[in-house]
Nanobody, 116 residues
Framework: QVQLVESGGGLVQPGGSLRLSCAAS????????MGWYRQAPGKARDLVAV???????TYGDSVKGRFTISRDNAKNTVYLQMNSLKPEDTAVYYC??????????WGKGTLVTVSS
């Protein structure tokens, strides 16, 4: 079973930057859209950004202009460059991969804390 492995979370000051990575542990040709969601304490899991194999991306309103999603299709890896981070960006960030004719994959999450 292919798994998603996230990395890159941590503590950063307001205004700082972080880069998250999410890699599939093996080859799965059914993977289609990949992306990031986040969940803050006591809140629902929300869309951050998603990207298709063709490179089309969609962003949540709160991160537009600050975050950039990209992917390497050959490696089934997706990245999230986060700039101008705010305290309200603090959350557990989850990677997700949609698969054609198969169940979605979720990573275990990586914590991002924005605090001075």
């Amino acid at each position: 079973q292919v798994q998603l492995v996230e990395s890159g979370g941590g503590l950063v000051q307001p205004g700082g930057s972080l880069r998250l990575s999410c890699a599939a542990s093996g080859t799965d040709f059914r993977i289609n859209v990949m992306g990031w969601y986040r969940q803050a304490p006591g809140k629902a899991r929300d869309l951050v950004a998603v990207i298709t194999t063709g490179g089309s991306s969609t962003y949540g309103d709160s991160v537009k202009g600050r975050f950039t999603i990209s992917r390497d299709n050959a490696k089934n890896t997706v990245y999230l460059q986060m700039n101008s981070l705010k305290p309200e960006d603090t959350a557990v960030y989850y990677c997700k991969a949609n698969r054609i004719l198969a169940s979605d994959l979720w990573g275990k999450g990586t914590l991002v804390t924005v605090s001075s």
